[in-house]
């Protein structure tokens, strides 16, 4: 039997990776913008600086695209729980703190202007055509370099 080829999609290729990828596209076109006030905020209540790298913004709105790629109808709300972390206090009990919503908005708003996600009727968003097939064509890059650094790997080391 012959071997069916079939496209890569964003399931096929680990997060990291991904996220790493997606956040070199946005980082590099000219639609997706870093707010004036990026450098000033925390990215949740429970944290106590605002994080260290300067395309943080990239790495969570590339996230956040892949969140929506994989559970379509996801909303501000369902972000903040998953992007949330333990709000610590000192000697008290940790509890759970969402983050922040206007991060997450000002993401997803971007990516409505540039095409990539749009607003559904009972809430929530999902992809568009074209952003399913934007997020695909880089995942498929992504998978093709990581296959090729295998194989110069394997070959490397074969004994």
């Not at 905020?41 to 790629?69: C, F, H, M, Q």
């Not at 000002?106 to 934007?134: A, H």
């Amino acid at each position: 039997m012959a071997e069916e080829t079939r496209g890569i999609c964003v399931r096929d290729v680990p997060a990291k990776a991904f996220i790493a990828a997606y956040a070199e596209h946005l980082k590099n076109s000219d639609k997706f913008e870093l707010p004036v006030w990026a450098d000033l905020v925390k990215t949740s209540v429970a944290n106590e600086l605002a994080p260290y790298g300067d395309d943080w913004y990239y790495i969570r709105a590339a996230s956040i695209a892949r969140k929506v790629y994989l559970r379509p109808g996801v909303g501000v709300g369902q972000l903040r729980k998953w992007y949330g972390g333990n709000y610590r206090r000192g000697t008290k009990t940790e509890h759970f703190r969402k983050a922040n919503a206007g991060i997450i908005r000002s993401v997803l708003l971007q990516l409505e202007e540039m095409k990539v996600t749009e607003k559904l009727e009972n809430g929530g968003r999902q992809m568009t055509r074209v952003g399913q097939q934007d997020l695909d064509r880089i995942a498929g890059t992504r998978q093709q370099r990581t296959t090729e650094i295998a194989r110069r790997n394997a070959e490397r080391y074969v004994v």
